[in-house]
């Protein structure tokens, strides 16, 4: 199962970079994964903030 896909580009150099973060082993809690999904969602928004 696919919880988070990450990219990221710096405009400067033109390299990207990705990871896609999964529970394939059943490791996390489904409490630590909606803690990582709104923790990923919080810096999303402070990214397009930052973009402006």
Known sequence: MVILNVSASD????KS?????????????????EC???????YKAEDEVARV
């Open 36 to 42: 990582i999904v709104n923790k990923a969602e919080k």
């Open 11 to 14: 405009k400067t150099t033109g």
């Open 17 to 33: 970079n990705h990871i896609t973060i999964t529970n394939d082993k059943g490791c996390l809690s489904k409490e630590e994964i």
